[in-house]
């Protein structure tokens, strides 16, 4: 079965109506600009020149415009969706039941396992339509504006597989099937997430469709170490918590929040960054229980012993110079 019928059915089998990719419009597009080119090559006889125009009127009047909309809407749902799913997952007590009756998510655990299982498979089916959709679009113009737009979009924040909600449905299902076999249930969680370990350092790994496989890094790129009290930054990279307070020039009393709109990312330099930023609850619980199975509790212990000694440093050498400049010393 092609991918496009593929694609087509499993949109169609959803129970509500979701933003997804429109592949048989995009096709079409491709397809006019393919007669319209062909056509004026017969006109003119230029048989060699096989290409479409770099600035295609056909294409980036109609194309990109459209399929820019379209992934904005899918990773607008699908981080809306997720943070609503995991926001009941973690809650306790009142407030858990709190959410409940609010309604945000109606049924069961069982529910909200399938609801984590659905929000996984329509992330990454419409990472691969869009994946396919854009290798057309070079083929059809023997180009690569296809994965230049693919830049462009993880630029704007609109790549779902940026999205740092997918990185935490991730964990939340590695979560959850421990936690099932520990207790000896069976496992309804999602079979296609795990962590693995590379040289000693951190992957989250995901099976995806068509065979391809997403891996994302868990060392911090500041301190070189498993990134401990994660937090994702609006560009996608994930750092510690006090390593992006130190890239942004904030202390962790202030937070990130506090930082300037100027302060940059420290891997890919983009600024304004950390206004948006996400705690990866999540994966901080993952790594905690998984990150070295041979001395995993010595190990953390020895973390949070030295992360608690740098918050109570920073917060100390913070109240001090706040008392300093109110007396006027």
């Known amino acids: 079965m092609k991918f496009c019928k593929k694609y087509q059915e ?3 089998g959803q129970e509500k109506k979701l933003p997804g990719v429109g592949f048989k419009k995009l096709k079409k597009i491709l397809k006019n600009c393919r007669r319209e080119f062909q056509s004026k090559n017969d006109v003119h006889d230029v048989l060699h020149n096989q290409t479409c125009p770099q600035h295609c009127p056909v294409c980036d009047g109609t194309f990109f ?15 809306e969706r997720a943070q609503k799913l995991l926001e009941l997952h973690l809650a306790s007590g009142f407030r858990k039941y709190f959410i409940w009756f609010k309604g945000k998510l109606q049924g069961s ?14 992330a990454l089916i419409n990472a691969v339509a869009i994946r396919k959709i854009l290798k057309k679009y070079d083929k059809v113009h023997f180009s690569k504006q296809g994965q230049a737009f693919k830049s462009q979009a993880q630029s704007m924040h609109i790549e779902i597989l940026q999205s740092p909600w997918l990185c935490e449905l991730m964990a939340f299902h590695i979560n959850l099937r ?4 520990k207790s000896g249930m069976t ?11 590379n ?30 009290d994660p937090v994702s930054l609006t560009c996608g990279h994930i750092f510690c918590y006090m390593c992006a307070c130190s890239a942004a020039s904030v202390s962790i009393v202030n937070g990130l929040k506090a930082a300037e709109p ?48 740098k918050r109570v440093r920073q917060a100390k050498e913070h109240w001090e110079s706040q008392c300093q400049a109110f007396v006027g010393v």
């Open 65 to 79: 415009p459209s399929l820019l909309k379209e992934m904005s809407d899918i990773v607008g749902c699908f981080n």
């Open 262 to 309: 100027k302060e940059k990312c420290p891997l890919c330099r983009e600024a304004g960054v950390y206004e948006g930023f996400v705690h990866l609850d999540e994966l901080s619980i993952l790594l905690r229980r998984r990150y070295d199975p041979n001395s995993c509790s010595e190990y953390w212990v020895q973390r949070l012993q030295m992360e608690r000694a």
């Open 199 to 228: 040289d000693g350092k951190p992957f989250l790994s995901c099976e995806l469709f068509d065979s391809v496989k997403l891996d994302i890094d868990l060392t911090c790129s500041i301190c070189l170490d498993a990134v401990f």
């Open 178 to 181: 421990e936690t099932e076999v």
């Open 187 to 197: 496992p309804a969680s999602f079979e296609g997430c795990y962590l693995t370990f």
């Open 109 to 122: 655990h069982v529910a909200l396992i399938q609801e984590g299982k659905d929000l996984v498979n329509y």
């Open 10 to 12: 499993y949109m169609q």
